[in-house]
């Protein structure tokens, strides 16, 4: 009896799970909630081959606390707004370009300056007023037979430019119309000089109003030919006339250069370049004090730039804290045969792109954007050793070298009017943070201790955790 019972209970619960009019309780599974993804990062480290590569990782900010060291990014506190980032464009760097087949050529200028998915959005160029040490040979735009002098500068061309660097110009205005450009002499024409070389030599006082004229005509010619020039610094490296080619040029002698000649020729001509003093290394901050504190020349001159030869890239905020209504602007870091990729892009990013940032710049430029496999084209005693942001190797073969990374973990990412927001450091991890004109928010990071580095990035009351590698460089944005 006992048994039947269970056996028609069991029939019976049988016959209630199959039947199609009675409806059981619903269950509803517990599902594992999905991350979205909130955090992008782009990262290169050398030492493992990851170059400038977009991470899969899921990175979400949440509340959870942990014991890892936080870097706090806070868009309440703005420093200067971000003019752009990008290299020379030397006259041997347009050559060597130049010697890609046209396609190539074509989907290299896209990738250095246009704006898409594939583009590293180079945003600010610097280019020499006659020759570098970069080109094959030095030349001005006045060159003259031994003595002769040309005081109305009407033999003024522009000719040794027009096969390389202005064309490029010209390509490079058309991808990005909004690139600004800074123009640099190494030397003015010889006759204008005192020694008549190339070759250091101070500019003859005679010919302070010639020259002065000199910059205008280039400025209007540039003009005639697309080009608008942002600015120009009067010499470079006014402190190192032993390169081919250069010219000596004192505080002094450059303070009366502004206020007596250039200055009110740019005036006279209605003319809206901006004038930027110094254009030299970071050890001798009283070139740029001495002219600024020249109550003439002062209101001629937007800012100062500096180079990284010597000194400490933080007397620039000594700069800023004597001058806060002037600019600043780093304008030249090389990378060189010595060098390491990894020991390069560690010492780079931390100076030149952080360091330059987190002390006011609103530019940071490497050196040569492209050279060939020997590091030519040079001048007799020009810098042999530069090695460019690309290395050219033919026809249809160019390199990526540590340059093109240092400059594209910026440039990619934190386009001209982006304003620098606050970040804070830890021991090894240096920062430097911005919001972009969109409203994104971008962080880069560079790790220079020798280790893997947990951390919290903290933003809003939020943070997320994640890691970053020795001697790698990450950009982050949200």
């Known amino acids: 009896m006992i048994l039947y019972s269970l056996l028609s209970l069991s029939i019976s619960l049988f016959s209630c799970s199959s039947s199609t009019d009675t409806v059981l309780p619903e269950v509803t599974p ?13 990262l290169t480290n050398g030492s493992t081959n990851i170059y400038l590569q977009k991470q899969t990782g899921i990175l979400a900010f949440g509340s959870a606390y942990n014991v890892y060291p936080s870097i706090e990014v806070d868009a309440t506190q703005t420093f200067q707004t971000i003019d752009g980032f990008g290299f020379t464009l030397t006259g041997g760097s347009a050559q060597s370009i130049n010697k890609l ?12 300056f246009g704006k898409n998915d594939n583009s590293i959005a180079i945003s600010y160029l610097r280019v020499s007023i006659g020759a ?36 490029m110009l010209k390509e490079i205005v058309a991808i990005n119309p909004q690139i600004k450009i800074l123009a640099t002499p190494w030397s003015p024409p010889t006759w204008m000089k005192d020694n008549n070389s190339f070759i250091g030599g101070s500019l003859k006082a005679e010919y302070y109003g010639v020259y002065a004229n000199y910059f205008v005509k280039y400025i209007q010619k540039m003009k005639e030919q697309g080009i608008t020039i942002t600015a120009i610094t009067p010499q470079n490296e006014p402190l190192h006339p032993g390169n081919n080619p250069s010219m000596y040029m ?6 009366v250069f502004i206020k007596n000649h250039l ?25 740029p004090l001495a002219i600024l504190n020249d109550v003439a020349a002062n209101p001629f001159v937007d800012g100062s730039a500096f180079h990284l030869y010597a000194g400490d890239i933080n007397v620039l905020s000594t700069i800023h804290n004597a001058f806060p209504n002037k600019n600043l602007y780093f304008t030249e870091q090389y990378t060189g045969t010595s060098g390491t990729f990894d020991g390069d892009l560690k010492w780079h990013l931390k100076n030149v792109i952080i360091g330059s940032m987190r002390n006011w710049s609103k530019v940071a430029l490497e050196w040569n954007l492209a050279n060939d496999a020997n590091f030519r084209p040079y001048t007799p005693g020009g810098c042999s050793t530069c090695k460019g942001g690309l ?32 970040s804070n450091q830890t021991a090894n991890l240096n920062t430097v943070a911005f919001k972009t ?26 943070w997320v955790t994640t890691s970053i590698g020795a001697g790698a460089v990450a950009t982050f944005i949200w």
Do not use: M
């Not at 005036?267 to 110094?278: E, F, G, P, S, V």
């Not at 969109?438 to 939020?462: H, Y």
């Open 30 to 42: 517990k599902v594992p909630s999905v991350q979205v993804n909130e955090v992008d990062y782009w």
């Open 101 to 112: 087949n046209s396609q190539k050529r074509n989907e290299l200028l896209q990738e250095l």
């Open 132 to 167: 570098s040490d970069l080109n094959a040979s030095p030349f001005s735009y006045n060159d003259l037979p031994a003595g002769q002098t040309d005081v109305a500068l009407s033999q003024f061309s522009l000719h040794p430019d027009l096969n390389d660097v202005i064309p």
């Open 250 to 255: 004192s505080a002094q002698q450059q303070a």
């Open 263 to 287: 200055g009110p020729a740019f005036a006279a001509a209605n003319l809206t370049t901006k004038i930027i003093i110094y254009d030299h290394n970071c050890d001798r901050p009283d070139y």
């Open 391 to 422: 290395t050219i190797n033919g026809a249809d073969s160019f390199d990526r070298n540590v340059g093109y990374y240092i400059i594209a973990h910026a440039s990619k990412f934190v386009p001209a009017g982006s304003v620098r927001i606050a």
């Open 437 to 462: 004109p969109t409203g994104k928010t971008v962080l880069i990071i560079e790790n220079d201790g020798s280790a893997n580095e947990l951390f919290n990035i903290k933003s809003n009351g939020k």
